[in-house]
């Protein structure tokens, strides 16, 4: 992690020992018993006391050190949200069923919006407050796409970059990528926010 920024762990039904290794390593465990990935981000951010919030997958596909930039362009004030862009290294990280289902909702996002995203923001820096302010109420997987049409709304700024998107830490699974089920159990998620 970038020198200053404080790690909090959402303990969100985890079967293993990730919120001993977390405590150990010094981060902040916050247990969260609602399933779901916004479950897990809400509980984050509102355990949260800093003015600027990031969040990233715990799994090892993304780089900490990347949420440096990030977090400067959001406290220089040039946009409200910065987000990581996913750029696969290597064959097989990111299955085609899981990036053509973000490349069509980005898309929408875009066409609808006007929000300059081509990515649902997997990694991502905002203020604290904006994003109480929008009240994203998505528990499940629809979270970043119920964020992304709420900060398009509300006149949010946003800066996207590329960040390295690598295989996930051997012995992990993704619920939402790591099968065809997952991803259509995702985009049935993602459909109840749009409609």
Known sequence: MPAGMNVIVV????????????????????????????????????????PLVAVLDGDGSMDAAELEELAAVVGRGEATMAVGRRRPQGRGVWPWHARAGTAALAWSIRRKSGFGVHDLAPMRVCRREDLLALDVRDRRFGYPLELMIKASRAGWTVHERDIVYRRRARGTTSKVSGSVVGTCRTLVDFAKVLT
């Open 11 to 50: 303990d969100n039904g985890s079967q293993d020992d990730t919120a001993a290794v977390a405590r150990d390593l010094g981060a902040v465990v916050v247990s969260e018993g609602v399933p779901g990935y916004g479950a897990a981000v809400h509980a984050g951010v509102l355990a949260a006391t800093a």
